[in-house]
């Protein structure tokens, strides 16, 4: 069994109330940080964890929290990026609903490392569930002095309010959050500013994913030091991930990094393999934004050495044979999936989540997915699979916010290794166009040799 | 004062000027073409994309390139920064990719938009744009519809800019109209059914890059490279009086704010000005307005450009242009 | 989001009808204003439109919308600007329970489409569209992020998981059975939403 520091104690019955979560050890870190630490000495741990964020760029959390402007007079604020809406991605709303209290506890601590006394969890507005377990969750630690003027008698004072999203995918931008938290458009800000300097009300400010904020809690309970002897290399400590797709047993899980890929997904103790005795096709590991890998570079990476689940293994290769660990969204295609309709539905999903600010993601978007749509039914020629490629390319850095290279990534990725399944759809159109999921192998083994390498 | 080179051009600024602001004041052909900035409404700027470049030296202090192109309208100037923008290919390269896809969508109807001569979509297809489209959908399309007495909204061709938003904003008190939906479905619309009535309101043709705000008194009267432009004022109650009269003859067809050589009016006019007052007796003509653009309009007749002559098309630089 | 070129997105009626939150709700939305600094009560237009959809029939009408932006001392358009742009504001009348179906990537390859078109034949409606009696409508929308239980639906707050055609028949049948009653009890750990 692999360790587990965040979701060690959810089996216990009633984790969820605060009695039965104080009195197995929870709440300790804020004891022992708002008694015996600085705000700094905090902050510290952290930076010695080596954590990154969670969210999916794994930027270091302790940097990122030593830019906020102190020198500022304005309040301060943190914020928790609970919009979790990446296709493939379900451990935050998996970990309030088990352990609520592990985020409220590592949002006192990490609001007092910060010096915020007001912090938001920014909830996507279609977890109304989660909204009241946080609420209820919010009010218990406040009735026993968590939360509130001078917790635990301390100097230190600190609100949390719970708002609700409105449904947007783009609201998971940190700067588009907070434009949605001040009830505006989810249009993604210009930056610089950056938050830190600039954020919530032009405040200084840290917006922090769900799990980034939850892993706070083991790091003051053992150290950071400590914290960062899990893990392999810069990828330390654990990482929830969502498996789903074609699995045995799709659920969210608690690795410690540096497990292979191949235990992660054959091993009883996580997705227990391929379901219905297939074979791999295919694997996004990192939510839907980052590339698609075959099947030959799914355990092992180009150099043949094996396929790790950690930052770096996961991107070796780049994004000639690599992918990214992203936010942790596994997602398998077994033998039979169809890589193009799934390009094709990625593609209609940032097309529909574009904000339609900057011009090449609010125009590009709309038209990778109707190459698409034109190639999966059918209707496409071999010089669209080109065109595709190079819209893809010209969406790619330039627009305001990573959702113009989240739109992009997929689609080039696919293409570059799967160009064999394109050209099959255009070529085979009678064969294609009432194709929809999953059906299309037995064709593809006809008519493709390269398909042995599944 | 902080010193910045852009394609081999250096000059000094003031901390947080940005990079096109740095790029204006050394003027020329290296000024980076603007859709959505507009220096005189605030927030402005970013979303068109049109204005990227390369930052080639991040500062003296962090003389690291930047890793992606940056937008010029947002990106404050750090000393010692270097910058590329008609020097590098790559930037010249994504320049045409935003053409691209600005133009997948619009409805190519310059022969019938008042707007053509003066569209800023125009001249930066003109010169950044190819002549073919990939682009083999249909195109989206919404209906033309009035929003207020004397603004025409041509919503398939806006480009999303929210210069009409900001203007609204910071110009007038009650905004009623807004960018709604999202993605590629935006629009420019009042939601419910209701007009832009305000003094200032008119100051949205003039902000508007391509013809999606119209001025209605001007609608398909004529094509504004036939017409004469003077400065003229008059002693306004509301504004500072100070406008352009369009004219042929005597007759004025249209009046406008006075741009600048960067396509942005100088100062603001009232609706009184804009739409009511058409007779020449109204006014006071100063003389001749000189058209800085690289449209037509300002010459009357079209220039012939040196092959690879990379122009700019807020500043007109063309050298030793040649009639047809 | 369609393949049809036209968009047409129709100008909204105001009616000038009386809306108004009851005074319980009216508490509420005063504590929800309450948590954002002096002059940032935008901030609580989101956790509003929520609760004025709720409560004020299911759809935000322009009436409705207006009577937000009063409360917030905003102008109308910031409210619809806001509106338009999210998804789970419904701008028309919608039914008594909307379920809406994901339709991206795991939930597709998992047979989530096929849900989706089950439920359209059950309840003899399009995607978009509400049965006669004002019961259900049916939305196709995009990840509802809960992949690893594909294919999934929301009805209103209430997510349904591992979906079968069974499994459809005996929701829809117990939603109808109980269509007379209240909205969805809460679940055990849930509070007030806002």
Avoid at chain 2, 271 to 292: H, L, M, Q, S, T
């Amino acid at each position: 069994m692999g360790r587990k520091i965040l979701l060690d104690k959810i089996h216990i019955p009633d984790i969820q109330t605060f009695k039965v979560y104080k009195d197995n050890g929870g709440y300790a870190s804020v004891e022992k940080a708002l008694k015996k630490m600085t705000s700094a000495e905090v902050i510290e741990e952290v930076k010695k964890s080596g954590l990154r964020g969670r969210g999916g760029a794994g930027f270091p959390t302790g940097m990122k929290w030593s830019f906020l402007d102190t020198k500022s007079s304005n309040p301060r604020y943190l914020v928790c990026n609970a919009d979790e809406s990446e296709p493939g991605t379900f451990k935050d709303r998996y970990l309030i609903d088990n352990i609520p209290h592990l985020l409220i506890e590592g949002l006192i601590v990490s609001s007092y490392a910060l010096g915020a006394n007001t912090t938001f969890i920014y909830v996507r507005g279609e977890f109304k569930q989660q909204i009241g377990i946080l609420n209820r969750a919010i009010r218990e630690a406040h009735e026993n002095g968590f939360l509130g003027k001078n917790i635990l008698g301390t100097s230190y004072s600190l609100d949390i309010h719970v708002q609700a999203g409105g449904g947007a995918y783009i609201c998971g931008e940190e700067t588009a959050l907070l434009e949605s938290l001040e009830g505006k458009r989810g249009n993604p800000r210009l930056k610089p500013p950056f938050p830190a300097v600039k954020g919530l009300y032009g405040c200084p400010t840290v917006v922090n994913n769900v799990e980034t904020l939850a892993a706070v809690v083991p790091i003051i309970n053992l150290g950071g030091d400590e914290y960062a002897k899990i893990g392999i290399g810069r990828s330390t400590g654990t990482k929830l991930i969502s498996a789903c797709g074609h699995i045995n047993k799709p659920g969210v899980y608690e690795i410690e990094m540096g497990i292979t890929v191949e235990e992660f997904l054959n091993s009883e103790e996580y997705c227990g393999g391929v379901r219905n005795n297939k074979n791999i096709k295919a694997l996004i590991p990192g939510g839907s934004s980052v590339p698609i890998l075959p099947a030959h570079l799914i355990t092992t990476t180009a150099a043949n050495t094996p396929r790790l689940m950690s930052y770096e293994s996961l991107s070796e290769g780049g994004f000639a044979t690599g992918s990214m660990l992203g936010s942790g969204g596994f997602i398998v295609f077994d033998e039979d999936a169809c890589i193009v309709r799934n390009t094709w539905n990625f593609s209609r999903f940032y097309h529909h989540e574009s904000c339609g600010q900057c011009s090449p993601c609010r125009e590009g978007t709309g038209w990778l997915e109707k190459i698409l749509h034109r190639i999966e039914h059918g209707t496409g020629k071999l010089s669209d699979i080109d065109l595709l490629d190079s819209v893809a390319k010209k969406i790619e850095g330039n627009t305001i916010c990573p959702l113009g290279d989240a739109a992009a990534w997929p689609v080039s990725s696919a293409i570059r290794h799967f160009r064999h399944e394109f050209e099959f759809h255009v070529q085979n159109a009678d064969i294609v166009k009432d194709i929809k999921h999953g059906s299309l192998s037995k064709y593809l083994k006809k008519n493709f040799s390269l398909n042995s390498i599944y | 004062m902080l010193k910045i080179t852009i394609d081999g051009h250096t000059t000094e600024v003031e901390e947080g000027t940005t990079i096109l602001e740095a790029a204006r004041k050394i003027g020329g052909e290296i000024v980076p073409p603007t859709m959505c900035y507009y220096s005189k409404l605030k927030g402005s700027g970013g979303k068109c994309r049109t204005c990227l470049v390369k930052v080639s030296k991040g500062s003296e202090n962090d003389p690291r390139p930047m890793p992606k192109l940056v937008a010029s309208c947002s990106t404050p100037v750090q000393d010692g920064m270097e910058v590329q923008n008609i020097t590098s290919p790559e930037v010249l390269e994504t320049r045409k990719a935003i053409v691209e896809f600005l133009l997948i969508n619009h409805p190519l109807d310059c022969p019938v938009c008042d707007q053509a001569g003066e569209c800023d979509l125009q001249d930066l297809s003109y010169a950044h744009g190819v002549d073919t489209s990939r682009f083999e959908e249909q195109k989206r399309e919404f209906d033309v519809i009035d929003i207020g007495a004397n603004i025409k909204l041509h919503m398939n061709r806006c480009i999303l800019c929210y210069r009409c938003v900001y203007t609204v904003n910071q110009i007038t008190n009650g905004r009623i109209h807004g960018v709604l939906y999202r993605g590629d479905a935006s629009e420019i619309s009042t939601f419910i059914q209701n007009a832009i009535e305000n003094d200032f309101s008119g100051n949205v043709i003039d902000v508007c890059p391509v013809g999606a705000l119209t001025d209605k008194t001007f609608r398909f009267k004529n094509r504004v490279w036939f017409l004469k432009t003077m400065d003229i004022h008059r002693n306004c109650p509301t504004c500072a009086g100070r406008a352009v009269a369009w004219m042929n003859g005597n007759e004025i067809y249209r009046v406008t704010g006075r741009k600048d050589e960067f396509g942005e009016v100088e100062e603001f006019i009232c609706n009184e000005c804009r739409f009511a007052k058409k007779d020449v007796n109204d006014w006071i003509i100063e003389g001749p307005r000189k058209i800085k653009r690289t449209s037509i309009i300002s010459v009357n007749h079209y220039e012939k450009l040196k092959q690879g002559a990379i122009i700019n098309p807020v500043d007109k630089k063309i050298e030793k242009p040649s009639e047809i | 989001m369609s393949h049809e070129n036209k968009i047409d997105h129709k100008l909204h009626e105001v009616t000038a009808g009386e809306v108004r939150f009851s005074d319980e709700t009216l508490v509420r939305v005063q504590a929800i204003i309450a948590r954002y600094p002096v002059g940032k009560q935008k901030s609580a237009l989101l956790p509003i439109l929520h609760i004025a959809q709720e409560e004020l029939g299911g759809h935000l009408s322009a009436d409705v919308m207006n009577y937000v932006a009063s409360i917030l001392k905003i102008q109308p358009i910031e409210v619809y600007e806001v509106a338009t742009f999210y998804t789970q504001y419904y701008l028309d009348k919608v039914g008594k329970y909307v379920v809406e179906v994901c339709r991206t990537g795991p939930c597709a390859m998992c047979g989530g489409e096929d849900i989706a078109d089950y439920l359209e034949r059950k309840l003899a409606i399009k995607t978009d569209e509400t049965t006669p009696d004002g019961l259900f409508t049916i939305r196709r929308v995009e990840c509802l992020g809960a992949c690893g239980y594909a294919p999934v639906m929301q009805i209103n707050t209430e997510f349904h998981e591992f979906l079968t055609k069974e499994k459809i028949d005996k929701i829809i049948n117990d939603l109808r059975a109980k269509a007379h009653e209240d909205k969805p009890k809460d679940a055990k750990w849930v509070e007030k939403f806002f």
